[in-house]
Nanobody, 123 residues
Framework: VQLQASGGGLVQVGGSLRLSCAAA????????IGWFRQAPGQEREFVAA????????FYGDPAKGRFTIARDNAKKTVYLQMNRLNSEDTAVYYC?????????????????WGQGTLVTVSS
C-alpha cells in the first residue's frame, strides 16, 4: 500500500484545513488509517484513526472536539478535517496504515507511512 498525504499549508489561528490521505494498492477491509503529527524536536503524536470497515473513529487528545476523521472507500481516501487550529497544531502530519485492530494510537503498530504534509498555524 502506498499513501499520499496532502492538504497542508499555512493557516491563521482559528482557521481550518482539510488533509487528505490517498491510498494506492490493495486495501484490507479490517485495516485502519491513522493520522499522526510530529513537531520539531518532539515525538510523533497520535491524532486520529478510522477503519475502512467501520464508521467508528478513534481520536487522540489533540483532536477531540476540533478534528474529524472520515473516509471515502470508493476513492480510497481518508480525510482529516481540522478546525479551530492553534499554534500547537503546527507539525508535519503523516498518515499510515494499521493492519490489525490494536494499537491504533501506537506508531509502532503501523506498517506503511505516507510522506507527510506540513501544517503551519500562524498567529
Amino acid at each position: 500500500v502506498q499513501l499520499q498525504a496532502s492538504g497542508g499549508g499555512l493557516v491563521q489561528v482559528g482557521g481550518s484545513l482539510r488533509l487528505s490521505c490517498a491510498a494506492a494498492g490493495q486495501i484490507v477491509s479490517d485495516s485502519a488509517i491513522g493520522w499522526f503529527r510530529q513537531a520539531p524536536g518532539q515525538e510523533r503524536e497520535f491524532v486520529a484513526a478510522i477503519r475502512w470497515s467501520s464508521d467508528s473513529p478513534f481520536y487522540g487528545d489533540p483532536a477531540k472536539g476540533r478534528f474529524t476523521i472520515a473516509r471515502d472507500n470508493a476513492k480510497k481516501t481518508v480525510y482529516l478535517q481540522m478546525n479551530r487550529l492553534n499554534s500547537e497544531d503546527t507539525a508535519v502530519y503523516y498518515c499510515a496504515t494499521n493492519p490489525g485492530d490494536y494499537g491504533l494510537d501506537n506508531p509502532a503498530a503501523y506498517n506503511y507511512w505516507g510522506q507527510g504534509t506540513l501544517v503551519t498555524v500562524s498567529s
